[in-house]
């Protein structure tokens, strides 16, 4: 670009000469235009504002403004340490994951503690320099507004291009939302998991890590190649022999067997219940498992050898499979190994939970392709028990009444208050005769269908607004079948036989109980005070149950011991009272000449005895039966009055 000297210039020259100043370098009075060449300003220099003097001999000494305040939180981010930002990164990346929610408003604390010691002794910033002007023309005078916003803008750009990045500061005087605790979203299902696992193997496996109870050696020993095999009765499946035969095949250690079986718990209590986490939610799901897992018999069933905790989580997993089958192509095939899994630990109860999921397969459009899955799952599973039926007993209607007959006739028959009789102990109520323990413990059971008919009421209520109802109404019909054989057509008890109705009643009653506490924070502490009571009102049931089964299993321990020290050791019989247990002790067959599990007559034990060690075991100062009352009687110290007549020596008549 080009500028022009003109008479101006030697006008203002000659002026400033007169009044004392020098005349400005390089002008000449000339009326010629002098051509000079100016280097050409940057587009991003910022003009300077009018009335600012120019840099020469004559013009007076220029002053730096210094650039206007912006409050106390502009301070404090200019005066904070530079290395804060990378600490906080690296702890937020590294420390914060490894820590609990519970130690963080520490953390906070200290972290601010440091920030406000940076604060008071280091060094603060440096104030930004005034941004360079360029040189130019320009006039005496006062800026004005417009100018000096501009001047704000350009160093508010400029600060925003070198300082950090930071969030906006609140303005004064907001108020701030309290701090709550975060917890990772959806681990409450795993939570709960673990600390099922850990009572399981602090409070139950310790008791019962040496001997195994009566119906557990039935299972058990269909599969331990070191013993031989007790009588199978018709009600009984063998799909838990098929669970614990992978264990058997490496050891025969007890507590081996319990520790395994406390996991396999645990893992089949997440994965049931993970299934319903996207019908209910993590919450609702969480607060579900809590609730079944902290019943004293789902805790004792956990590490045992026994069916009944199986068809509960089954029955869990096989209803929320049937609920998610519509929107997930996957799910029919889960849902059909779920129920081949159920029949093949109990193919009655399989047939019970079959029952409402088959009619609601017919009655509902949108699962009416799972009916194939459903059949196929039922089929599968009883295969085992069907070739079996026809094998042993002649053919399925022969099981079933063979099977009735065991459990003392399946008729008609109020049952509900031998339920509730035995729901604190002992482990089989056969007969009911016993009192009733601790019967204010009892009070969550007199409660639980009043908490389902209002899980109803809110479902159906909800119905109306076009909320989806079949996540309350199919487990509960679901829970329902599943117990009608054990409160209607059975005449004893034990706890075991409801745990597959619990396990599903837990599911509407959580979501109730989550539904009603979530919008109340009051009622949301109580409600949690009670769930709280509930489960502590579980351990001292439990403590008494797992002594009592102890002390049971111990005397088969015992008794074994003493038989063996009586010369009865295999291959050797046992018959009688408590055969079977002591017998897969001693590790002797068992036998029994009357009763339910009759498979055997006294000609045949007396054939046998000719040929192996036998004796006849009787309790509470039994006589012996008439085949062995020639038998030598030999009292079993340590087993609380059990006795041993033990037939002469193979041989000796001969």
Known sequence: MTAHVTDEDTAADTAATAAGGATRPGSTAT??????????????????????????????????????????????????????????????????????????????TIATAGAAAGLAVGPSAPAPAAPARAAGAGSTGTKTGAETETETEAATEAETRTAPHRPAPLPPGTATAPWRPRFPQGRGLEAVSLLYLLVQLTLVVPHLAHVLGWDETVYVSQVDPRTPAAFFSAPRSRGISVLVSPVLAVTDSVLALRIALALLSTAALYAAYRVWRPLLGPATTALAALVFSGLWIAQISGPEAMPNLWVALGAVAATGLFLRAPREPNAHWWLAACLAGVALMRVPDAAWLGLPLLATAVCVRSHRRTLPYLLGGLAVGATQWTVEAYSRFGGVPQRLHVSGATEGGMHPHLNLFNAWRSLNGPELCRPCSGPVHHPELTLWWLALPLLALAALAVALRERRTGAPADRTLVPLAVAVCLSVPYLFLLSYSAPRFLLPAYALLALPVGGLLTRVARPRPALAVTVGCLVALQLVAQYPVLHRMTAQVASLDQRYRVAADDLSALGLRAPCLLVGSHAQPVGYDAGCASAATKGNNRNTTPGSVLRRAERIPTAVLTADAQRPPHYARDWTRHPLPGTDGWTAWLAPAPGASR
Do not use: D, K
């Open 31 to 108: 009326t010629a235009a002098i051509p000079v060449t100016v280097a050409p300003v940057p587009v991003t220099a910022v003009a300077p504002p009018a009335g600012t003097p120019m840099a020469g001999p004559g013009a007076p000494p220029t002053r730096v403004r210094p650039g206007r305040r912006r409050g106390w939180a502009a301070t404090l981010r200019r005066w904070r340490p530079t290395p804060w930002p990378t600490l906080r990164a690296t702890a937020e990346q590294t420390v914060r994951p490894l820590l609990l929610t519970a130690f963080r408003p520490t953390l906070l």
